[in-house]
């Protein structure tokens, strides 16, 4: 069973940054692709950034050169560092693997950015 658990999202003011977290329960050295996407109140969910095979990141137009998408492999994880952040990025991240053609998905965390 593929379990992904995100943490780091919380309440933080406009221009702050924060570091979002997936833990997987299961080895990605493998998983070629995996990422973040984003549901903001009303809104579809949205890719935010991923990972894509042969080693390629993808990132929405809205967060290019704010958001870096990392792996550690050693430790199952998966990481979203955002910078300047603006309150139109308020919305639910979460974490997203591809694995044997079957889409997983933790239950997301909140960020919320204050003007």
């Known amino acids: 069973q593929v379990y992904l658990v995100e943490s780091g999202g919380g309440l933080v003011q406009a221009g702050g940054s924060l570091r979002l977290s997936c833990a997987a329960s299961?080895?990605?050295?493998?998983?070629?692709?995996m990422g973040w996407y984003r549901q903001a109140p009303g809104k579809q969910r949205e890719l935010v950034a991923a990972?894509?095979?042969?080693?390629?990141?993808n990132y929405a137009d809205s967060v290019k050169g704010r958001v870096t998408i990392s792996r550690d492999n050693a430790k199952d994880t998966l990481y979203l560092q955002m910078s300047s952040l603006k309150p139109e990025d308020t919305a639910v991240y979460y974490c997203?693997?591809?694995?044997?053609?079957?889409?997983?998905w933790g239950k997301g965390t909140l960020v919320t950015v204050s003007s």
């Open positions: 997203n693997l591809k694995l044997w053609g079957v889409d997983y």
């Open positions: 299961v080895s990605i050295s493998r998983v070629n692709e």
């Open positions: 990972y894509s095979g042969a080693g390629r990141t």
